[in-house]
């Protein structure tokens, strides 16, 4: 029995095992951190969306460490802060980042009288 899905960009069927839509080219399944994460999982998940080995990603990390002075341990807190944790979950910054929309574009009743105290 084939398993098949369908590409959310435009709506044709994929194989179970396609990464991505030969049509459109979106991904099947989005960027996420969920299986084999070493300690946050970003460096699995980039492999696993450049389609090499883990290990390779890890090393590279490291020799980017210690050839930037530690600044791509900024750069690695920062894809695990935009990168989810499941397939179709929150990334961890999305709650603060949707507080902080909602809060910026919050309307504001011009035609309310303001009071103010006056000592």
């Not at 969306?49 to 090393?59: I, Y």
């Not at 590279?60 to 530690?70: D, I, Y």
Request: overall charge positive; charged content about 25%; hydrophobic content about 45%.
């Amino acid at each position: 029995m084939d398993v098949t899905t369908r590409c959310r960009a435009c709506s044709r069927e994929l194989t179970g095992e396609a990464k991505r839509c030969p049509h459109c080219r979106a991904r099947a399944v989005p960027m996420h951190r969920g299986e084999g994460r070493a300690l946050l999982g970003v460096c699995a998940s980039l492999a696993r969306e450049l389609d090499v080995d883990p290990a390779l990603v890890r090393v590279a990390f490291v020799l980017m460490f210690f050839a930037s002075g530690g600044m791509s341990a900024g750069l690695y807190l920062l894809l695990w802060a935009f990168i989810p944790a499941r397939a179709y979950g929150r990334a961890p910054l999305q709650g603060p980042l949707d507080w902080v929309s909602k809060v910026a574009n919050a309307p504001v009743d011009d035609d309310t009288p303001r009071w103010e105290k006056r000592v």
